[in-house]
């Protein structure tokens, strides 16, 4: 594993696979630490973000999943988001993006109260 | 216990991204006292995480202070700061927007006067009114 980068919401690995591990809280602070890992990885098709460490996710979080989705259909490929918490599922679900995804598995949810 | 009991807690920060989790983990300590179920306490954070983002983002590098009221059946949290509306985007505030709809029962964002406001307020339901 490759970490890419880290501060007080998350941390960002990139695995031998090339798969993006994410692990915290994407908001407005780890948001751009999300980003310079995912372009890491856009030579990786499809580019799979594993997703079970995330205990929480807001807007700012999911735009930079969505600039990767619509990066992906700009190369014919796609996003996986993998194990994702039940916060990421319901924030996807709430904002009717859960179709600009390919996601599989379901990881137990983790909350940082 | 609510903030009815002890007075609003006001909370104020710096304008950085770092500010953001402070300011969710405050309202998800707040809402914790107030014995909000797990889910409005999630509900409470997302909305807390994106007003401030908001408020960061329009903001003019100024100091964001929020104010937090708890009653026996609301919570309510109240923030504003200078702000340059431009510095928004559309699709910026047309997802946050998306997303306060869904967590929170009543919410106002409004730019008024070179400010930005922002109310919301979500509905307590504790285990026993659940139950009820």
Known sequence: ME????????????????????????????????DTALLRVENTEPTTIDLAAVEFIDSSGLRSLLAASRRAEERGTHVILRSPSAGVLR???????????????????GADR | MTTADTGPVTLTIPPEVAMVRVGRLTAS?????????????????????????????????TAITLRFETS??????????????????????????????AVADDHEIAFTDDRLMMRIVK??????????
């Open chain 2, 29 to 61: 300590s707040i809402a914790s006292l107030a014995e909000m179920s797990v889910d409005d306490i999630d509900d409470i954070k997302i909305a807390v995480s994106e007003m401030i983002t908001l408020l960061i983002q329009s903001g003019q590098r």
């Open chain 2, 72 to 101: 026996a059946s609301t919570f309510t949290v109240e923030a504003s700061t200078p702000s340059v509306a431009q510095n928004l985007g559309r699709n910026d505030i047309a997802l946050a927007t998306a997303v306060l709809d």
């Open chain 1, 3 to 34: 970490e890419i980068g880290k501060n007080e919401s998350i941390r960002v690995l990139i695995d031998t696979d090339g798969v993006v591990v994410a692990e915290g809280d994407i908001d407005l602070a780890g948001g751009p630490i999300l």
């Open chain 1, 91 to 109: 924030l996807l679900s709430i904002t009717g993006t859960t179709d600009q995804f390919h996601v599989t598995g379901v990881a137990a949810d």
């Open chain 2, 123 to 132: 509905n307590i339901t504790t285990a026993a009114t659940a139950s009820a």
